[in-house]
């Protein structure tokens, strides 16, 4: 399931409420903490199970300067692109695998796919 949760900066904590799921708050001393704080407080309330799936977040920031939204905006990026690269990482396997098995070098399906050599030959050995 996928959650908003409003975060607001005061002095030296982040306080957060989970939109839309009524007693969900929390706070901590940094971000780290606070994301972690917030998937415990989003399996509390909401009663998921203790082995349950991370949770997908969105956060919304209140009280910070416009450069902490940008750096925020650059960190909602990085998450997208990483997402997208575990996406891509068993089809990329299936694919070197594949093109070797049809004789190409290693060299050729690190061209194809974009990716050292060094790493396609760490993917060819894994599965050995």
Do not use: C
């Not at 409003?6 to 001393?29: C, F, N, Q, S």
């Not at 939204?69 to 068993?90: S, T």
């Amino acid at each position: 399931m996928s959650y908003t949760v409003e975060v607001t900066r005061k002095k030296d904590a982040w306080i957060a409420d989970v939109i839309g799921l009524p007693g969900a708050h929390t706070y901590a001393r940094n971000l780290t903490a606070l994301d972690k704080a917030v998937q415990e407080v989003i399996a509390l309330v909401a009663d998921l199970p203790v082995d349950a799936e991370p949770q997908s977040i969105r956060y919304v920031y209140r009280n910070v300067g416009e450069d902490f939204l940008e750096a925020a905006k650059i960190g909602e990026q990085r998450d997208m692109v990483e997402a997208k690269q575990r996406e891509l990482a068993a089809p990329t396997v299936d694919a070197a695998h594949k093109l070797a098995s049809l004789g190409y070098s290693v060299r050729d399906i690190s061209g194809a796919l974009r990716m050292s050599p060094g790493r396609v030959s760490q993917i060819m050995k894994a599965r050995e």
